[in-house]
Structure formats: C-alpha cells, structure tokens
C-alpha cells in the first residue's frame, strides 16, 4: 500500500474556503505509485456511507460528483507528490471526513471538515 496523509480541514462558516492536501511519504515506491495512478477524495458524514467526491486521473483529467461541481476543484503536482482539494462555497452539507485514496487500495486517515450555517 502506499501511505497517505490528508491534511488541510478544519471549521469554516458556510460560504467559505478550504483547501485539502493530500501527500504521500517520501518511499519511491510510494511516489510512483501516487505519480502514475488516479487519486480520490471521498467524504463520509456520520451515520453515512463514503461517497467519492472528486477523482483526477494520472495525466491530470478530473471528474466531479454532481454535488460538488463548480464549487470544488481538484488538482495535483507531481513535482511535490500532492494533490489538492480546493473547496469553495462550502455548505453545511459538506461537513464529513475527507479522505484520500489512490492504487492499491490505499487510504489516509481523514481529515475532519465542518461547516457552520
């Protein structure tokens, strides 16, 4: 597996930003994994199932769940082995656990975003 650690959440009023990183650990193993494979950000709400929320693929192309569309975009850097979940227009609803997930089956361990109304 390779390691992933999320980084970035926290509480923000509804209508703000967020910005989540995810990175992987310095092995070379681990970087070329991440380098050359899809990354994912899911989210789980308690009481919820993990939904996916934003995937971007190895050569950069995106796809977003409906839900987020517009308001969030998902990007990496190779250079720095991170992607990037930039949030906009948060809403209560998108309160959850963020976690980010590549080959391998390989999780992070969340990280916790919430939003006041």
């Known amino acids: 597996q390779v390691q992933l650690v999320e980084s970035g959440g926290g509480l923000v009023q509804a209508g703000g930003s967020l910005r989540l990183s995810c990175a992987t650990s310095?092995?070379?193993?681990?970087?070329?994994?991440?380098?050359?494979?899809?990354v994912d950000w899911y989210r789980q709400a308690p009481g919820k199932q993990r939904d996916l929320v934003a995937t971007?693929?190895?050569?950069?192309?995106?796809n977003y769940a409906d839900s987020v569309k517009g308001r969030f975009t998902i990007s990496r850097d190779n250079a720095k082995v991170t992607v990037y979940l930039q949030m906009s227009s948060l809403k209560p609803e998108d309160t959850a656990v963020y976690y980010c997930?590549?080959?391998?089956?390989?999780w992070g361990q969340g990280t916790q975003v919430t939003v006041s109304p």
């Open positions: 310095g092995s070379i193993f681990s970087r070329t994994i991440f380098r050359g494979n899809t």
């Open positions: 997930h590549t080959a391998l089956n390989s």
């Open positions: 971007i693929s190895s050569s950069g192309g995106t």
